[in-house]
């Protein structure tokens, strides 16, 4: 059973930066691929960014260049840095892992709310 666990979200204004943490319940965590998603109210859940056992990233358009995912196996931990952040950021974040060799991310957080006011 994997469980992760996000922290880190808040309420920022426009142009700040927050960094959400994840931190996952799991026995081998360099083998699951991480990532994280977002949902506004009223809107479709949406990817933000994706990151591979070999620490390799992928951007939703809406965030390349601003947004930054990271990993640290030792400390099992999925991050998301969050730099000139816009009102439309604002949303619910989850974490979410799948097993590498796997299709589906099937495992999930709870849940950061990051409101973003102009």
């Known amino acids: 059973q994997v469980q992760l666990v996000e922290s880190g979200g808040g309420s920022v204004q426009a142009g700040g930066s927050l960094r959400l943490s994840c931190l996952a319940s799991?026995?081998?965590?360099?083998?699951?691929?991480m990532a994280w998603f977002r949902q506004a109210p009223g809107k479709e859940q949406e990817a933000v960014a994706f990151i591979d056992s070999i620490d390799r990233p992928t951007y939703a358009g809406a965030v390349k260049g601003r947004f930054t995912i990271s990993r640290d196996n030792a400390k099992k931990t999925l991050y998301l840095q969050m730099n000139s952040l816009k009102p439309e950021d604002t949303a619910m974040y989850y974490c979410a892992a799948r097993l590498c060799r796997s299709g589906q991310y099937n495992y999930w957080g709870q849940g950061t709310q990051v409101t973003v006011s102009s």
């Open positions: 799991v026995y081998s965590f360099r083998d699951y691929c």
